[in-house]
């Protein structure tokens, strides 16, 4: 992988510098060379953009569970903050 990097750093750097890299296939063919294990994608979007982690593992919940259950925050209940 450190190869891939180096002589693909334009690719890399690309991918880096996006907004939310995690919705986006991996550079120089990562996603196929992972057989499209996204806990593997998970774990490289770790590396490079740890500030990217929550949202990705929250994606990696939703594909995995087939819904959006387990990472939606429960309602705010203001009469029983307020009381």
């Known amino acids: 992988m450190l ?3 180096r002589e693909n750093e334009k690719q890399w750097k690309v991918w880096y510098d996006l907004e939310s890299p995690e919705e986006t296939k991996l550079p120089c063919g ?3 060379k992972t057989n ?3 806990f593997k994608a ?3 979007c770790r590396i490079f953009r ?3 982690v929550v949202n990705a593992i929250k ?3 939703i594909e995995r569970m087939k ?3 387990y990472v939606m925050s429960p309602p705010i ?3 029983k903050v307020l009381q």
Do not use: A, T, W
Request: hydrophobic content about 35%; proline content about 4%.
């Open 77 to 79: 209940v203001y009469k």
């Open 42 to 44: 998970l774990l490289i």
């Open 30 to 32: 990562y996603d196929d």
């Open 3 to 5: 190869e891939d990097i």
């Open 50 to 52: 740890p500030d990217r």
């Open 59 to 61: 994606r990696f919940i």
């Open 67 to 69: 819904n959006n259950f």
């Open 36 to 38: 499209n294990d996204k």
